[in-house]
């Protein structure tokens, strides 16, 4: 059950980092497009908790890092997805978040994970925007993110909590 689950995981990613790169630049605000592959992270994240999701988000970022058209230095989206990732594992439960709380989480992910990238910008003498482009940015992201929840998370969720075995109870 462990493979399936990964090649499902994988096969959701792939979809979203498909839409994300082709589909959406053509909905770009600002020249910013929702972070789908973020979304898939976080929705696994809350239902599987963060080493996976940690490993999903590495493994989402990476693909970001090198898909076209990619015009940053590789490993910046990787590094701040598999944080993403592991920071919203952490506050998984045991039950069903609330709609509150997953709107909430994106939120926060979608800011943690912008952050992060445009901030590894400087340090790696990546193309670097100023501050209030780089707030911009991450505003932008962050509301992006949000506005798609609803209509990504649930499907993605429910499609995770399928394939995860049944807890045992000692």
């Given at each position: 059950?462990?493979?399936?689950?990964?090649?499902?995981?994988?096969?959701?990613?792939?979809?979203?980092?498909?839409?994300?790169?082709?589909?959406?630049?053509?909905?770009?605000?600002?020249?910013?497009?929702?972070?789908?592959?973020?979304?898939?992270?976080?929705?696994?994240?809350?239902?599987?908790?963060?080493?996976?999701?940690?490993?999903?988000?590495?493994?989402?970022?990476?693909?970001?890092?090198?898909?076209?058209?990619?015009?940053?230095?590789?490993?910046?989206?990787?590094?701040?997805?598999?944080?993403?990732?592991?920071?919203?594992?952490?506050?998984?439960?045991?039950?069903?978040?609330?709609?509150?709380?997953?709107?909430?989480?994106?939120?926060?992910?979608?800011?943690?994970?912008?952050?992060?990238?445009?901030?590894?910008?400087?340090i790696l003498d990546d193309p670097v925007l100023t501050v209030?482009?780089?707030?911009?940015?991450?505003l932008i992201a962050v509301v992006w993110d949000v506005l798609?929840?609803?209509?990504?998370?649930?499907?993605?969720?429910?499609?995770?909590?399928?394939?995860?075995?049944?807890?045992?109870?000692?």
């Amino acid at each position: 059950m462990s493979l399936v689950r990964g090649v499902i995981a994988l096969l959701v990613l792939a979809l979203a980092l498909i839409l994300q790169v082709s589909l959406f630049p053509h909905f770009a605000w600002q020249g910013v497009v929702p972070n789908l592959a973020l979304l898939v992270v976080v929705a696994s994240a809350l239902v599987r908790g963060p080493e996976f999701a940690a490993t999903l988000g590495f493994v989402a970022g990476a693909m970001i890092d090198l898909a076209p058209p990619a015009d940053h230095v590789a490993g910046r989206w990787a590094l701040a997805l598999l944080l993403v990732g592991f920071i919203a594992g952490k506050v998984r439960q045991d039950t069903r978040p609330s709609a509150s709380a997953v709107v909430l989480t994106v939120a926060a992910a979608s800011f943690i994970g912008t952050s992060i990238f445009a901030l590894t910008g400087p340090i790696l003498d990546d193309p670097v925007l100023t501050v209030p482009e780089m707030i911009q940015v991450i505003l932008i992201a962050v509301v992006w993110d949000v506005l798609l929840t609803p209509f990504v998370l649930p499907p993605v969720m429910a499609l995770f909590r399928r394939v995860q075995p049944a807890q045992v109870a000692f």
